[in-house]
Every structure is written in C-alpha cells, then in structure tokens.
C-alpha cells in the first residue's frame, strides 16, 4: 500500500547569520510498503512550488520502483505568492512611488507614509493608473510610457530568503532524519 506520510521535525537554526529558527521543518515521505525499499529519491520543489504539488510524481514512483520519494518545505518555501507569500510594501518601495509620481506630476490625495499595506497600496496605484490614462489621452505623455513600481514579498512562517544554505541544509536534515528513523523494509541500502 503506497503510505504518504508528513513530518514536522525541528531543523537547523541560521548559524551563518545567528538567527534562531523559528519554524518546523515539514516534509513528506511516499514509499510503498509492500516492497523493500532500495534508495530514496528527494524532490525538490521550486519554481512556486510546494510538496503538495509533487504528489502525483511521488506516488507513481513509490509504486512503480523499489524507492521511497521526499519532499521537503525547506526554508523560505513560502516566499512566492503561490505558495502563500503576501505582498508589502517597505521605505524604498514608497521612495520610488513619490519620485516616480513627482516626474510626471501627479499628485496623490494620501500621504504615501501612511500606506502599510498592499491593499492601500493598491488603492493609490488604481488612481495613479486612471490619472496616467486620462494624461496619455489629453497627449500629456505618450501612450506608450509605463510607470514602474516596486513592491516586496513577505514570506510565511516569519521567514527570510538567504539563497540556499538554510534550504540545503533542511533537505539534508530531512535525508538524515528518514536514515535514522526509516519506516519503511530496506534492500541492501546503506544507512
């Protein structure tokens, strides 16, 4: 029978940067118990993509090969939309809306400190864009001009991207995790 089974285990603080982990690492394992297992295949999702997206590829190879499939939510998983990340918006997005709108004279009618969330932030960037039209119709600026702006992305978990290290060591602990506490038949596998 093909098992899915999810863990939720403690993992690495970032010692490179001396910041307490604050999160779970979550991962899950597919394998068919039935069979003897021969090797553990790690999938390592990307591209806004999560473990629940792997699924359908885990299963199939759970049930067609002698192999156990991982897949892990490393750290920092959630740092695109897709996968749960919000929108935000920082000093230096607010420094490029006043001196973006200050070019072409527009003028908003809310003071741009006051704009904490994407959703206000939404708000002036509807009027900006129906300001910029009624310009480019009365030939004020040409109709080809766009007005670039600028906005973060919150992760989840109360996360931070720091391009690789937390997450390769998350896949890591996963691996040594499983090699520790296998629950599954093994086939002439090291562990």
Same mark, same amino acid.
């Given at each position: 029978?093909?098992?899915?089974?999810?863990?939720?285990?403690?993992?690495?603080?970032?010692?490179?940067?001396?910041?307490?982990?604050?999160?779970?690492?979550?991962?899950?394992?597919?394998?068919?118990?039935?069979?003897?297992?021969?090797?553990?295949?790690?999938?390592?999702?990307?591209?806004?993509?999560?473990?629940?997206?792997?699924?359908?590829?885990?299963?199939?190879?759970?049930?067609?090969?002698?192999?156990?499939?991982?897949?892990?939510?490393?750290?920092?998983?959630?740092?695109?939309?897709?996968?749960?990340?919000?929108?935000?918006?920082?000093?230096?997005?607010?420094?490029?809306?006043?001196?973006?709108?200050?070019? /072409?004279? !527009?003028? &908003? %009618?809310?003071?741009?400190? =006051?704009?904490? +969330?994407?959703?206000?932030?939404?708000?002036?960037?509807?009027?900006?864009?129906?300001?910029?039209?009624?310009?480019?119709?009365?030939?004020?600026?040409?109709?080809?001009?766009?007005?670039?702006?600028?906005?973060?992305?919150?992760?989840?978990?109360?996360?931070?991207?720091?391009?690789?290290?937390?997450?390769?060591?998350?896949?890591?602990?996963?691996?040594?995790? /499983?090699? !520790?506490? &296998? %629950?599954?038949?093994?086939? =002439?596998?090291? +562990?």
């Amino acid at each position: 029978m093909i098992i899915n089974q999810i863990y939720s285990i403690d993992s690495c603080d970032d010692v490179e940067l001396n910041i307490k982990r604050g999160s779970k690492l979550e991962f899950r394992l597919t394998y068919d118990d039935s069979k003897e297992i021969e090797a553990i295949v790690c999938i390592i999702s990307g591209l806004g993509g999560d473990i629940d997206d792997n699924l359908y590829i885990e299963e199939y190879c759970a049930r067609n090969y002698n192999v156990a499939v991982l897949s892990v939510n490393y750290h920092c998983i959630g740092n695109r939309p897709q996968t749960g990340a919000s929108f935000y918006i920082n000093e230096l997005d607010r420094l490029i809306l006043k001196t973006s709108l200050e070019a /072409i004279g !527009i003028q &908003l %009618p809310v003071d741009m400190q =006051n704009l904490k +969330t994407y959703d206000e932030f939404y708000c002036v960037v509807d009027f900006v864009n129906k300001f910029i039209e009624k310009l480019k119709k009365e030939k004020e600026l040409s109709e080809d001009y766009c007005l670039y702006l600028s906005v973060g992305l919150e992760p989840t978990k109360n996360e931070y991207q720091n391009y690789g290290i937390m997450q390769a060591m998350d896949i890591i602990n996963a691996i040594l995790y /499983i090699n !520790i506490n &296998l %629950p599954f038949k093994v086939s =002439n596998m090291s +562990t």
